[in-house]
């Protein structure tokens, strides 16, 4: 059962020599295989790589040369991350087989600490989607309920810890892609703020957006994941350099005196069921001395469309690179270069993707730049403002993290712009590039989990993850029942 233990009980397992790295590693492939055939959870496990890896842990622990207490603990990573010499391929047939010749940062910093990669999970195409459906491996399932999403992007990760299958994950987060999916599968999932987490080695979607996150089954094993893999990196530009002040060690839960701001247009058209469990927790911060202050962030409404065009818009620029030519999917029937560029984009690319790389060209285009694209930068700027003002006077603004539970597989996929609406209260943290977290808050009345939001100033994610360890002391153990 030591597939079932989080991040910190392993820790302390290997510490005090109760078990070795290998013992877990077995643990994950005895339980992996069978389970990932009901979640597809990941598309690329390597057993006798954990088996591997874990041995060289247990020999430098023999040795009294461990590199942390977390030396030879397994953790599942995102199929954007590049992983040296283990397939990295954004759930897209166009990246199907790259191995990548480097590591992203993050994950040189986990295996400096001796973590090993459980594997890679599954995702959104090139992260982008809220469902984990548009991944040419086939979507994942919601281990609470089969015939439900798991949410997107990082679905796979979001489900992979869920159930058991690694007992914590790295995600990215664009729009709320670390966020939603713990929130749909009952897991803790934190975005940092934007130049927190290095970016190198992630493949890039929307770059202005785009940070590395943690998932774990307890705020403090979120918390440990995202001190290790914190810091600043010369390698990414927007990297920025300041001292890591997040310290899972020193998480005590206590939210006294702490401003609370509750934005009444995050509760607008909200499920019923969600918003009564959102309101009782706030009640329970309350009794635990936060001070509740209602606040407005009055531009919200217009966050799907502005994070929709500066989103396309990026990642139309940064999917560019997918020619056929460098590296990924090459069409093997092609006359000259225009037709080898056309058919190995027509080809490699999905559904989702394509519609995105026209909707960004166009709002980029000469005629439409002006009416598209820097109107929304214009828009951005009324979002940070809005923030700006709030943390003024709240040193946190709670929420929910979705409009409804997880949805049914299939239920969204013909309407993509239903599907864009379901991000409406994550992409604003996003926009402003503030840290936002997910917590378990309870489970709804058919037993799906219902995720509450904290969203913090600029590098306060040792405040939200404070106030996520106070809902998380209100709340039962969930756990899915697999
Ligand atoms: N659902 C949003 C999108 O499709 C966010 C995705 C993400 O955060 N990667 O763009």
Known sequence: MLHRKGLLELSSMLESREVCAADIARSYIEHIPSMNSRINAYITFEPE???????????????????????????????????????????????????PPFSATVIEKMKQKGLIIAGKTNMDEFAMGSSTENSCFGPTKNPYNM???????????????????????????????IRQPAAFCGVTGIKPTYGRVSRYGLVAYASSLDQIGTFGRSVDDTAALLEIISGHDTRDSTSINR???????????????IKLGVPAEYFNAIDPEIKSIIENKIEELKKLGAEIIPINLRYT??????????????????????????????????????????????????????????????????????????????GRTLLINDFKEAFSRV??????????????????????????????????????????ISVPAGLDKSGLPVGLQLMGNHFMEQK????????????????PSL
């Open 243 to 257: 001292e890591v002040d997040i310290k899972q060690s020193a998480l005590t839960g206590n939210v006294k005196g």
């Open 395 to 436: 040193d946190a603004i709670i929420s929910p993290v979705t409009t409804t539970t997880a949805f049914k597989i299939g239920q969204m996929s013909s309407d993509p712009l239903q599907m864009y609406m379901s991000d409406i209260l994550t992409i604003s943290a996003n926009l402003a590039g503030i840290p936002g």
């Open 147 to 177: 015939e439900c999403v798991p949410g997107g992007s990082s679905g796979g990760s979001a489900a992979a810890v869920s159930a058991f299958m690694a007992p914590a994950a790295l995600g990215s987060d664009t729009g709320g892609s």
């Open 49 to 99: 790589k954990l088996l591997a890896e874990a041995a060289d842990s247990d020999r430098r622990r023999a040795s009294g040369s461990a590199l942390s207490q977390f030396d030879g603990i397994p953790v599942a990573v995102k199929d954007n991350i590049n992983t040296e010499g283990m397939r990295t391929t954004c759930a897209s047939r166009i990246l199907e087989n790259f191995v």
């Open 464 to 479: 939200i993850l404070e106030v996520a360890k106070a809902v998380e002391s209100t709340c039962e153990n969930i756990s």
């Open 301 to 378: 409404q217009y966050a799907i469309p502005v994070y929709y065009l500066i989103a396309t818009a990026e990642a139309s620029s940064n999917l560019a690179r997918y020619d056929g030519v460098k590296y990924g999917y090459r069409s093997p029937d092609t006359k000259d270069l225009a037709s080898l560029y056309l058919k190995s984009r027509s080809q490699g690319f999905g559904k989702e993707v394509k519609r995105r790389i026209i909707i960004g060209t166009f709002s980029l285009s000469s005629g439409y730049y002006d009416a598209y694209y820097v109107k929304a930068l214009k």
